[in-house]
């Protein structure tokens, strides 16, 4: 079965960091295109940032410098890490499969609060 | 950066009524819009890609059209089920982005 189950969320002081991870079953993470996209409370999608097939790498400028996309091709994951973490990224994140994307995760809540 | 502007950002309608939502990007996109539409605590769902290809599945009573810089989203008779939220999503250039959301609700 083609799935993507997100997980790492939870809440985070301002300044901290956190690393999410989508585990990917019924495909392999290196050969797809992946994304995160992230919604805040009542808001729109915002796209995050995407890893392509050959590893190269895409952000956001709101994330710029302190996300980092990548992924594992032993485990089949794909991670998130984040770092200096402000009150506006709280947010749920999901992960996507491709550009066109079919495939979703369930999303997983970060909060940033003190 | 390609920005998306979606309108309208809210929509009333009756079932049965064509609801339509168009989605303009700052510069030429070619055909590479998805349509996603998105029901409150769950993830968002491709409805349409490359602007007017229908996703396996998904009935036929949605299309689009339009290419380049201006596009549409029509629901030809409003079903109670397709109240969401409904966002245009442009992949010519990254950053991905997306319009800012349509909220559809039942009149």
């Known amino acids: 079965e083609v799935q993507l189950v997100e997980s790492g969320g939870g809440l985070i002081q301002p300044g901290g960091s956190l690393r999410l991870s989508c585990a990917v079953s019924g495909f392999t993470v290196s050969s797809n295109y992946m994304s995160w996209v992230r919604q805040a409370p009542g808001k729109g999608l915002e796209w995050v940032s995407v890893i392509y097939t050959g590893g190269g790498t895409y952000y956001a400028d709101s994330v710029k410098g302190r996300f980092t996309i990548s992924r594992d091709s032993s485990k089949n994951t794909l991670y998130l890490q984040m770092t200096s973490l402000r009150g506006e990224d709280t947010a749920v994140y999901y992960c996507?499969?491709?550009?066109?994307?079919?495939?979703w995760g369930q999303g997983t809540l970060v909060t940033v609060s003190s | 950066d390609i920005q998306m502007t979606q309108s309208p950002s809210s929509l009333s309608a009756s079932v049965g009524d064509r609801v339509t939502i168009t989605c303009q990007a700052s510069?030429?996109?070619?055909?590479?819009l998805n349509w996603y539409e998105q029901k409150p605590g769950k993830a968002p769902k491709l409805l349409i890609y490359d602007a007017s290809n229908l996703e396996t599945g998904v009935p036929s009573r949605f299309s689009g059209s339009g290419s380049g810089t201006d596009f549409t989203f029509t629901i030809s008779s409003l079903q109670p089920e397709d109240i969401a939220t409904y966002y245009c999503q442009q992949y010519d250039n990254a950053p991905y982005t997306f319009g800012q959301g349509t909220k559809l609700e039942i009149k």
């Open positions: 510069q030429d996109i070619s055909k590479y």
């Open positions: 996507a499969r491709a550009l066109s994307s079919r495939i």
